[in-house]
Every structure is written in C-alpha cells, then in structure tokens.
C-alpha cells in the first residue's frame, strides 16, 4: 500500500510541478492536459490547455501528483499539509525559505521539543507545507 498527495491547482499545476521538481530534485514523469486525450476534444475551450494528469517521482517512488480544476469549481486546498522531513537543519531551512517565496509562512522554522527545526508555510500555490529536521531519536518523526 502507499499514499500519494493528489493536488489541485487553479490553472497553475504545470508551474508548480516545476517548481516542486527543482525544489525537491523530483522528476515530472506524467503531464497530460485535456488536449491530450481524445475523450476530451468536447471540453470547453479554456479548458483545454489544463493539465487534466501530473505525476512527479524521487526514483520509482510516486511523491506527488496534481491537476488543475475546471471552472470556478476550484477551492484552496484546506486541513492538510504536505509533511518534509530533511537531515538536516540548512536543507530544511532552504526548503522553507523558497517555498514562503511568494507565499505566506504559517510558523517560522525553529526548534521545537520534537526538532531542532519545525516549521509551516503554505507556498504561492496555495499548498500548506510542514518542513521538518527528522532526528532518529524523536517520536513524532
């Protein structure tokens, strides 16, 4: 079994897929828009140049997939975020540091009783993020 964060994007998934591939040092295996797929030659117009399916991977291991939503039936992401872990505390701040680019930092990044660096943010996207110095010793990691 595995779980995989399925995102949705108001008509920037591609971009933030980029994003998240150089930020993680991920690859984008799968981007499919509408236009894509045969079955979908009917969508509206404006609807066709979305991405309808992106997958990105560390290796074999799936890490995130997405697309955009169609219309105005599009609502931020709410009661959840994205959990990563790094080790160390540089990496971690790095990390954070360029997701609050454009975004909005939530908690900064400081050592907890659970870390030596915790901290939330959600990035210009729209997705809530916890970055995290892992630390063998901790419970909570």
């Not at 998934?13 to 295996?29: N, P, R, S, V, W």
């Not at 540089?90 to 454009?102: I, M, T």
């Not at 939330?120 to 997705?127: E, Q, T």
Request: glycine share 8%; charged share 20%; with cysteine.
């Amino acid at each position: 079994m595995n779980f995989t964060p399925y995102l949705s994007f108001n008509g920037n998934c591609q971009e933030a897929m980029e994003f998240y591939t150089k930020l993680f040092g991920a690859q984008i295996d799968v981007l499919r828009r509408f236009s894509d797929e045969e079955s979908c030659k009917d969508m509206p117009a404006e609807a066709q140049d979305l991405v309808m399916y992106a997958k990105l991977s560390f290796g074999k291991t799936t890490w995130l997939m997405g697309s955009d939503v169609i219309g105005e039936s599009y609502q931020r992401p709410q009661g959840v975020h994205i959990s990563v872990g790094f080790d160390t505390e540089a990496k971690a701040r790095e990390v954070f540091n360029r997701l609050a680019g454009d975004g909005n930092v939530v908690m900064p990044l400081a050592k907890t009783f659970f870390s030596e660096g915790f901290g939330m943010v959600r990035d210009r996207f729209g997705i809530s993020w916890m970055v995290n110095v892992n630390q063998s010793e901790s419970p909570y990691y």
